[in-house]
């Protein structure tokens, strides 16, 4: 199985930036795009960004020229840069890992994020 651990969430003010990573650990061959998602309080799991193995990456619209998620593939961790961040970032964002393996995904603890305006 794999393990992945967030780290990097906090409290900002309007404008600001925080940067989030997350290590996977385990088996860590069966790991195939990784990404993460947010949750804000009574709104669905959404996500946010996604990097493949070979550095695709992709971003939900409301993000596109804000956030920048990045891989490191020997280290086996993924971050986020968030950056000219607004009060609507404020939610969980949870760590995500999709597998080779059909029906295998992962999912980190969660990180607060909470944007003040």
């Known amino acids: 199985q794999v393990q992945l651990v967030e780290s990097g969430g906090g409290l900002v003010q309007a404008g600001g930036s925080l940067r989030l990573s997350c290590v996977a650990s385990g088996s860590i061959f069966r790991i195939n795009t990784m990404g993460w998602h947010r949750q804000a309080p009574g709104k669905e799991r959404e996500l946010v960004a996604a990097?493949?193995?070979?550095?695709?990456?992709n971003y939900v619209d409301s993000v596109k020229g804000r956030f920048t998620i990045s891989r490191d593939n020997a280290k086996n961790t993924v971050s986020l840069q968030m950056n000219s961040l607004k009060p609507e970032d404020t939610a969980v964002y949870y760590c995500?890992?999709?597998?080779?393996?059909?029906?295998?995904?992962?999912w980190g603890q969660g990180t607060q994020v909470t944007v003040s305006s």
């Open positions: 990097i493949t193995t070979g550095g695709t990456t």
């Open positions: 995500n890992a999709g597998s080779w393996w059909p029906g295998e995904a992962y």
